[in-house]
């Protein structure tokens, strides 16, 4: 099991805002990084370095982290905003890399 | 435009080894490492370790030790994932994801290869 925390499914309407959290962990300065996986498709970054977005994410998308909890927010949540997300860090103690357990977000 | 093409998928039989590859273009190959991740069947992303191009050097998760050996040609620009001893639970989509040195993300990812294990 993974020591990144994420609930495993949060629905919301389209329209509204969704919250999704990863938590239990220190995160202190080493940043946390976002990624959208949608069926068959590859993981793609949406949020990097707790808050930045690559080119092309809409600024629906945003990050913030309070305490040991980041979360992933998503305003005005649209269809196509349904996929898995994972939360992602690098753990400075043992060089390693390592994702949440991911969050389907259902768009009812 | 960045672009990590992986190569096709695979079926293999338990016991059996399989090389999967992840051809690079759009950039400088030896300036990014490589890192590859698998996902099983409906479950979430687990790293497995990363190579440097540039100098061949390799880390791998502890789980990974002893039976994944990754490799990489510059001539080609090409990195390569070689999976031993291949048992039915190492079923799972095998992705290539490029990481830029300076950061702690990955900031593009190949399309993932199937390599499902059944006798």
């Known amino acids: 099991s993974s020591v990144l925390t994420q609930s495993p499914a949060v629905s919301v309407a389209p329209g509204k805002t969704a919250n999704i959290t990863c938590g239990d962990y220190?995160?202190?300065?080493?940043?946390v990084h976002w990624y959208q996986q949608k069926p068959g498709q590859a993981p793609r970054l949406v949020i990097f370095?707790?808050?930045d977005r690559p080119s092309g994410i809409p600024e629906r998308f945003s990050s913030s982290i309070s305490g040991d909890t980041a979360t992933l927010t998503i305003s005005r949540v649209e269809v196509g905003d349904e996929a898995d997300y994972y939360c992602?860090?690098?753990?400075?103690?043992?060089?390693?890399?390592?994702f949440g357990g991911g969050t389907k977000l259902t768009v009812l | 435009q960045v672009q990590l093409v992986q190569s096709g998928a695979e079926v293999k039989k338990p016991g059996a080894s399989v090389k999967v590859s992840c051809k690079s273009s759009?950039?400088?190959?030896?300036?990014?490492?490589i890192h590859w991740v698998r996902q099983a069947p409906g479950q979430g992303l687990e790293w497995m370790g990363m190579?440097?191009?540039?100098?061949?050097?390799?880390k791998y998760a502890q789980t990974f030790k002893g039976w994944v050996t990754m490799t990489r040609d510059t001539s080609t620009q090409t990195a390569y994932l070689d999976l031993i001893s291949l048992k039915s639970d190492d079923t799972a989509v095998y992705y290539c994801?490029?990481?830029?040195?300076?950061?702690?993300?990955?900031?593009?990812w190949g399309q993932g290869t199937l390599v499902t294990v059944s006798s």
């Open positions: 994801a490029r990481y830029p040195g300076t950061s702690t993300y990955f900031d593009h």
């Open positions: 759009g950039y400088t190959f030896a300036a990014y490492d």
């Open positions: 190579i440097n191009p540039y100098n061949g050097v390799t």
């Open positions: 220190d995160f202190g300065r080493r940043g």
């Open positions: 370095y707790d808050s």
């Open positions: 992602q860090i690098w753990n400075s103690s043992s060089d390693h890399w390592v």
